[in-house]
């Protein structure tokens, strides 16, 4: 039973910071790629970072420059750092193990202008 669940999201106003969490459990991260995806209602579901097993790291380019992704796998968690965010950022934000159909159930990130 692998379960990976979010937090951290919430209301900020822009040019305000988050960091979200993703926890795993039932399964090792060590040797997986690592995702973090997010999505308004009506639209498609886009990757805005990712993390390799040797912490190589890849941005979408609206965010590159703001966003930071990271991983601690002794916790099996990873994170995300968003700063600067933007009204343009407002989605939910969801965990992904590329290659799978494992999903967090995603955590709502509201920036305002």
């Known amino acids: 039973q692998v379960q990976l669940v979010e937090s951290g999201g919430g209301s900020v106003q822009a040019g305000g910071s988050l960091r979200l969490y993703c926890t795993v459990s039932?399964?090792?991260?060590?040797?997986?790629?690592m995702a973090w995806y997010r999505q308004n209602p009506g639209k498609e579901r886009d990757m805005v970072a990712q993390?390799?097993?040797?912490?190589?790291?890849t941005y979408a380019d609206p965010v590159k420059g703001r966003f930071t992704i990271s991983r601690d796998n002794g916790l099996n968690t990873i994170y995300l750092q968003m700063n600067d965010l933007k009204p343009e950022d407002t989605a939910v934000y969801y965990c992904?193990?590329?290659?799978?159909?494992?999903w967090g159930q995603g955590t709502q990130v509201t920036v305002s202008s």
């Open positions: 992904h193990c590329p290659g799978t159909d494992f």
């Open positions: 993390i390799s097993q040797f912490y190589v790291t």
């Open positions: 039932g399964m090792r991260i060590r040797l997986n790629t």
